[in-house]
C-alpha cells in the first residue's frame, strides 16, 4: 500500500511527538534507523505518526514495510543508516564516558574498529556543533572530532604564538603514545618538512 500523504511539516511534528513521547516497544526499528539531530527514529514510526497528526488516523505502521518508508524518507532528504551495535563515547570537562567498557579514553586505538554514525560538540546551553565540511572531505570519518575543535576554536589557535604552535599538542592516539605536537601556518610550509607532525591549516579552516 502506499505511503499515505502530508506534508514536510508533518513529518518535523511528527519528531516533536516521538521526542515528546517516545517509541512504543512494538514499533521499535529492526532495519533501519533514521537519523535526525543525533537522536536515532525509527522510519516507520515517522510515517506513522506524520499520518496520525497530519490526517487524524490511527498511528499503525500496517500500511507498508521498512524498504518504502525508507525510501520515501530518503527521498524527501533524511539520513537513513542501517541499524548496527552502537556505541557512545562522550568527552566533556568533566569526565569521558563510554557506552562501550573497552573503548576508553585509556584505549581510543579501539576506535578503528567503528564506523562513525555522528560527532558533534554539545555547548552547555545545549547548542549541536557540527563540522563545516570542506568540499571532498570525507564525512564523520575518525579526523571529524579533532577538526570540529578545530573549527571552533580557530581564532583561539591562531593567536598562538610561533613557539606556542609549535608546542601545540595535536594528537594523542593513546595514553602511551608520544604526543604528537605543532602547527604548520600552511600548507606548503608542511610540504618543505621533514618533521612528522599533523598539519592544519589555520588559514582553511
Do not use: W
Amino acid at each position: 500500500m502506499a505511503i499515505p500523504k502530508f506534508k514536510d511539516q508533518d513529518i518535523i511534528n511528527a519528531f516533536a511527538y516521538i521526542n515528546e513521547n517516545g517509541v512504543p516497544d512494538k514499533y521499535q526499528s529492526t532495519k533501519y534507523d533514521l537519523v535526525k539531530d543525533g537522536k536515532n527514529y525509527p522510519p516507520k514510526y515517522v510515517i506513522a505518526v506524520a499520518d496520525h497528526l497530519a490526517n487524524g488516523t490511527d498511528i499503525t505502521t500496517d500500511l507498508y514495510n521498512a524498504v518504502e518508508a525508507k525510501s520515501y524518507l530518503s527521498n524527501r532528504g533524511y539520513k537513513i543508516v542501517e541499524k548496527q551495535e552502537n556505541y557512545t563515547l562522550i568527552i566533556t570537562a568533566e569526565k569521558i564516558t563510554s557506552t562501550d567498557d573497552e573503548f576508553t579514553i585509556d584505549n581510543l586505538s579501539l576506535g578503528d574498529n567503528y564506523k562513525p554514525i555522528d560527532t558533534y560538540f554539545k555547548s552547555i546551553s545545549g547548542d549541536i556543533i557540527r563540522r563545516l565540511y570542506s568540499k571532498g572531505e570525507r564525512r564523520n570519518s575518525n579526523q571529524t572530532m579533532p577538526r570540529i575543535a578545530c573549527q571552533i576554536y580557530t581564532k583561539d589557535i591562531d593567536a598562538l604564538s610561533v613557539a606556542d604552535k609549535e608546542n601545540f599538542p595535536i594528537c594523542r592516539y593513546n595514553p602511551n603514545s608520544e604526543i604528537i605536537c605543532g602547527i604548520y601556518p600552511s600548507v606548503e610550509e608542511y610540504k618543505n618538512s621533514i618533521l612528522p607532525v599533523l598539519m592544519i591549516s589555520i588559514s582553511t579552516l
